[in-house]
Every structure is written in C-alpha cells, then in structure tokens.
C-alpha cells in the first residue's frame, strides 16, 4: 500500500513537471494527446473492461461531441456555450446509443456498435452542409478558463493534466461504488445478477452514460487540441484504435487504458517519424500482446513481476524451510 | 427509365461482390462466432494479388480467372495459418479475437501500401467480358451482368457444399450446437480451420472479380468490412440464403441511396440493421442471437 502511494506521487511529480523535462513543445504536445486519449480510453473501458461491453463505435461519440463544439464555435457561439452543449451532445447520443446497443451483448454488442459509428461517419462525411465534408471544421481559438490563455503547449497541457485527473478521480470513485461493483457482476454473471433482483440493464445504461460523459469530454479535448475537426476522427480506424488501447493496456484495470494510450499515440506520433512502417509496427505489437500477454500489458506485466518475484521469494524461503521441513519429517 | 433500370443493375452487380464477401464472413462468424475484423482486409489482399498476375507485374500475364482462382488459394492459406497460429488460442475471448483480427487488419493494409503503394490499382475487365450488350433500348456493360453470373454460381456451389455433402452437415451441426457437434464425434477445431480458410478464399476471390468495377486502393479494406457486417447481421449469420437476401438488399439500399440520398447515403445503409437487430436479434433468416 506503502509503495502503491509512493508510485502515485511519483507519477503525479512526473506528470506536472512534463513541461520541465520534455525536449521541446513537440513532446509536451504529445503527452496531452496521451492524456486526452487516456480520458477517452477511459470512458471506453468502463464499458469494454468492467462491464464487458465491447463498444466499435465509440469514435462516432467522440466525433459528435467534437463537432457540435465545432460547429457552435464556428456560428459564433462562445467557448462555455460551446462546451456545454458539446457535451450534452454527447450524453444525449449516448442515450440513444445505448437504448439501441443494450439490447444485445457479446459479439452483437460489437456488431451494432460498429453500425452506429459507421452511421456517424457517413453522417460526417456526407451530411456537407453541417460537418463541411471531407474538408473538415477549423477552430480558431482555444478557451480562456478564469482568464488564462491555452494557446501555448505548455498551458493547454496543464488544462488537460487538470481534466484527466478530474477524469481519473471520478472513474476510481465509480469503480469502487456499489455500482462499479454491480457493474463487473453483471459482466461475470449477469443472469445471477438478474436473479439477486439488480435491474441488469438499468446498471448497464448508466455506465453507458459514464462512459458517454467522460468521452464527451475527451472530444471537446480532441477539437481544441487539434483545433481541427474531419470524418476521419470519426471513422473505424478510429473507434478500433480506441479499442485497441483500453484492450492492449488491460481491460477493466484503472491503469491499462492509460498505458494503451500512452502506447498507441507513442507509436502513432513519435516512432512514426522514425519508422516508415509504424502501422504494421502497430499490428504486430497487438498481435504479439495477445499471444504473450492476453490480458493486457499493465494485468500482464503485474502478472510476470509476482511471478518472478514469488521465484526470487521461494528460492529464498526454500532454503529457510527445508530444515523445518525435514525437522517436521524426522 | 434506363437511369431506373441501369441503377437496379449496378445494385444487383454490387450486391452480388456484397454476397461473396459476406457469405465467407457469416459462415465464420455463424461457425466460430469469431467477429472476422480482417475480412476487408483478405478482400483487398485478393483484389491486390488479381492486380498482380493479370497486370503481369511478376514478368509474366496471367489468365483472369486463373489469376482469380491463384488469389484466392494464396489468401486462404492465409486465413488457414492465421486461424492455427492465433485465433485457435482465443476460443470464447471475444476482445483478444478483436485485437488480433484488427492487428493482423492493420499489418495487411500496410503491408499492401508498402508494395503496391497509395495510388489506385486498376485490375483490367477480362477481354472476353470487355464492352456492352444491348438489350432493346438499354447498353448494359457485360462485365457487370457477368459479376452477377458469376455470384449466383458461387451461391449454387455453397449451397450445395453446405445442405449436400458431409462436410457440409458437420459445419450445419457446427453452426447450430458446436458442442453437441463435438459429442457426436465432429472435429469441429478442424472444421474451423477449414470454413476459415473457405470464407478468406472467397474474401480474396470476391477481391478480384470486384478490381475491374471498384479498383484497388489502399481503404478498400474499411471501405467493404462494414458493408460486409451489415449483410451479415441483416440477413443473419451463419445463413446462406440470409446472406444473399442481406446482400441483395444493401445492394440496391448502397445505390439507390447514393444517387437518390447522397447526403443521408450511409444513414439510409446502415438504418435497416439497426431496425433489424431492435426487432429481429438473429437477422432474416438467422439460425441464433449474436
């Protein structure tokens, strides 16, 4: 428990310090993209990890919340209009999303999900007169929250840092609720759940909302960060990148998504400057996760530390016990 | 009138490239319950291995359907090697077969931009096929009505596979009680392999038979694996018959929809599925609930 509070401050010190030790504003750009796909991620596992709902439309939401800021800024709207109705945007579609999606689990959660987003896609990409087609919405200017400017790396950063732990606070408080607890039942046993008199789709529509809110908040995030907003957001690519962090970085644990994040925009933004096939390079670590680590890399690697730790441990207690042992024998 | 009925034909040809597209997946999908994320992209393979030996770029031309029918082996030994190697590890693990199938989908799409590059591969019309027929008042281009021939002789051939041979009862058994099939002595992790193998085979076949109307460029593969799932769940998986009326009717809804709609296009494609699955889970004429 000890090191666990250590770890945490630690990482804290390190996340607000970002700015001090990162070489260049290129690389503090890049930890608030982890940071707002990390909120996203994490808005995704909820679902995907702790209530085994395996959502492959989630970028569609994303893409709602992320143009209606866009657009209501491009009408002119101010920045707290903006934001505000982004994410009532977002919580609404999310409704909807789930009174459709709820009706089925497993792989037809999948498959309906998918259609949803693909919907928003086409939506984005065709519907020209609102989302402006494949040329996008630009955003001009980024809020100024009690009179501070965002404009620069460093201040937008710190706005991000303060959302994703906001964010983080908030999924660690579900997680750990009477609902996050039902939640998880009604993933492992939801029949059971049923039968114990929990209302199974009731607990799976409000994680759908939670879920809802904390990736319309990752869109607004996503459109002032890129200042920038196109049907390719939105797409497939997208909403299975999404997937592919929460899965990579470990399901239904509170640190997975983040390290996923952390990885796949990692791979995306720096080691595609140094490798021309950094797709593949992307394909095959997914692949090579689930082979060596099916259950992500943050349960994996916890799973290889007590491993090696339990064989450093019983070499050591081995050599303690076996006079006991044999005292027991004789 | 000739707009009307050149549109019914061009969703009738589309329908069927949906329908030898979907018929691999849903067979997959209905048998190993295996959410196939890869499927667009072993079609984009096949349409890029058809580019290749027609277009001779390995130094020598080959026949189009020989070129067809040598894409197809090659990419269903591919699906046969990634079902043994990996997705034979991951029974049941729903999330693991979606990072594998979206990381192998992944590998394959860049692969492809890596050798055959960004710009648009054309697959040329088979010169017997090449030019139009014209019937009364109307010129349809052979090739397009050719397509159709060509679906309706695969449905034939599957449907024969499936409801007259052995092979076909055990993956019948398989899809309706995979468990029971395996209690009364049907290797179904054989058959896995097998179907797995089948439905890339026909992904990849579908691939260059569809070169001549849809080209080949890097996208294909997201562009056909959504349209692939809707036929799927529209018509019902593991499904035959599901899948060619699924087909036929994105078919017509994708074309009629982008001439008639184009704003709403994707909206008015995906809006019968989503209706399917709130009023009928199993598809049209699908045999259980996903």
Known sequence: MKTRIIALLLALVALVTVPYWMPGAYYINVTSQILFYAIFALGLNILAGYGGLVSLGHAGLLGISAYAAA???????????????????????????????????????????????????????????????????????????????????????????????????????????????????????????????????AIRFWACMLSGLLTAIAGVLFVYYNQFISPQAVDLTASAEALLMVISGGAGTLLGPIVGAALVVIVKSVVSGFIERWNMLLGAIFVVIVIFMPEGLVPGTARLWRLAWRQFGTSRDDDAAAPSKAGAEQ | MTFWLLLTVNSITFGSLLFLLAAGFSLIFGLMRIPNLTHGSLFMLGAYFGATFVGGMLGMMFNFWVAAVMAALLVAAFGAVIERLLLRRLPGQQMAQVLVTLGISFIVADFCLMVWGGDPVAVATPDTLVGSVRLGPMIFPIYRIAVIGIAVVVAIALWLLLDRTRLGAMIRAGVDDPDMARVVGIRVSRLFTIVFALGAGIAAFAGVIGGPILTVYPGLDQYMLPLALVVVILGGSGSLLGSVVGSLIIGVLYNFGQALLPELAYFVLFLPMVLVLLLRPQGLFGRFIP
Do not use: K
Request: charged share 10%.
């Open chain 1, 71 to 201: 657009y209501l800024l491009h009408a002119g709207f101010g920045h707290p209009v903006a934001i505000i109705i982004a994410l009532i945007a977002g919580l609404i579609s999310m409704a909807v999303y789930a009174v459709l999606s709820l009706r089925t689990t497993g792989i037809g959660f999948i498959m309906i999900t998918l259609a949803l987003g693909e919907i928003i896609w086409g939506l984005a990409y065709r519907w020209i007169s609102i989302t402006n087609g494949d040329n996008g919405i630009n955003v001009h200017s980024r809020p100024m929250p009690f009179g501070f400017s965002l404009a620069s790396p460093t201040a937008f950063y710190y706005a991000t840092l303060v959302v994703f732990l906001v964010c983080i606070v908030i999924v660690t408080i579900f997680v750990r609720s009477p609902l996050g607890a039902a939640l998880m039942g009604t993933r492992d046993q939801p029949r059971r759940m049923n039968a114990l008199g929990y209302h199974v789709w």
